[in-house]
């Protein structure tokens, strides 16, 4: 079983609707990141949460991490084209080693 | 420079063939890593490299042989490699915090080498 969870697996979005993305572990998490893909490229830094409670947005972009520090959410605001793509959270679960999530796949249409 | 490049982009190769992957950063990092990505599958850590020492290896079968020759750049050399191993390549580069310690910090990512078997 996969370390790291993320749901949904996909998500089809009208443009501008709201969206979030969960990323779920069985163990504390002490850093948090999220990443976003483009098919077959390499990732893109989003953000990255070390603190329970920590909440950081860019743009239109949100990302949490719960108090627990096992469970993290990205939510997006008003979806567009250009927010189409993977994402992926990561985390050192391990020391030294940055794992990543199962992955969500994001479409969204006009 | 905040650029981690990686070449050639793509490559196929025989099942006999010896070949190699580069990657290069110029961001004064101290760790370097290999991850392998199949489709439709999140990256999976195969090599870290911390001040040019091999720190991580993930398992990975000896046909994969990684080099660190200085700080900047890294290789993955490939040899006798099977169909399976077909996949997207990818380095990627972190300011080294504390060794041994949680929170790598931000990974800095390569476009990735595509590379496909015969």
């Known amino acids: 079983s996969q370390e790291l969870e993320q749901s949904p697996q996909s998500l089809i979005v009208q443009e501008g609707k709201n969206l979030t993305i969960n990323c779920t572990s069985s163990?504390?998490?002490?850093?948090l990141y999220w990443y976003k893909q483009k098919y077959g490229e390499g990732l893109i830094f989003l953000m990255m949460?070390?603190?329970?409670?920590e909440e950081k947005s860019h743009e239109k972009i949100t990302a949490k991490l719960d108090e627990k520090k096992q469970q993290s959410s990205l939510h997006i605001t008003a979806s567009q084209p250009s927010h189409a793509g993977i994402y992926l959270c990561?985390?050192?679960?391990?020391?030294?080693?940055?794992?990543f999530g199962t992955g969500t796949r994001l479409q969204v249409f006009p | 420079d905040t650029e981690v490049t990686q070449t050639p982009k793509h490559l196929v190769m025989g099942m006999t063939n010896k070949k190699s992957l580069k990657c290069e950063q110029h961001?004064?990092?101290?760790?370097m890593y290999w991850y392998k990505q199949k489709a439709k599958k999140p990256p999976e850590l195969m090599f870290v490299?911390?001040?040019?020492?091999?720190?991580i290896n993930e398992s990975v079968p000896s046909r994969f042989s990684p080099e660190c020759p200085n700080s900047s750049l890294l290789n993955l050399h490939l040899h006798a490699l099977q169909p399976e191993d077909s996949a997207l390549y990818l380095c990627?580069?972190?300011?080294?915090?504390?060794?041994?310690?949680?929170?790598?910090?931000?990974?800095?990512f390569g476009e990735g080498s595509r590379l496909t078997v015969l």
């Open positions: 990627a580069s972190s300011l080294r915090r504390t060794s041994g310690s949680f929170n790598t910090g931000e990974l800095f």
């Open positions: 163990k504390t998490l002490y850093g």
């Open positions: 949460l070390q603190k329970g409670g």
């Open positions: 990561g985390a050192e679960l391990h020391r030294d080693k940055l794992i």
């Open positions: 961001m004064g990092h101290r760790a």
């Open positions: 490299y911390s001040y040019e020492k091999l720190s």
